[in-house]
């Protein structure tokens, strides 16, 4: 079994930032790709940022330049730094990991929610 658990997230002014982190425990041999996805109210789920375990990235061009994902294989986690945020990344904000594990898979966290008010 895997789980993902995230942490930060919450309200913040336009023009601000914030920190999402995730981290992956259980029976985990190995993380291929790790990334953020977003969902807003009546809108389907979207790839916000991923990156291998070699570190390399991408990421949604609504987002290039402000939102900056890393990640520490040695502890299984993935964090997204959010700078210049606009009301539009209002959203629940999921983490996700490929894992090779004993049941291995994607996995998802439960989510965490951003508010950026205007």
């Known amino acids: 079994q895997v789980l993902l658990v995230e942490s930060g997230g919450g309200l913040v002014q336009t023009g601000g930032s914030l920190r999402l982190s995730c981290a992956a425990s259980g029976s985990i041999f190995s993380i291929y790709a790790m990334g953020w996805y977003r969902q807003a109210p009546g809108k389907q789920r979207d790839l916000v940022a991923v990156?291998?375990?070699?570190?390399?990235?991408n990421y949604a061009d609504a987002v290039k330049g402000r939102f900056t994902i890393s990640r520490d294989n040695a502890k299984n986690t993935v964090s997204l730094q959010m700078n210049s945020l606009k009301p539009e990344d209002t959203a629940v904000y999921y983490c996700n990991a490929d894992v090779r594990a004993i049941v291995p898979g994607r996995y998802w966290g439960q989510g965490a929610q951003v508010t950026v008010s205007s």
């Open positions: 990156i291998t375990s070699g570190g390399s990235t």
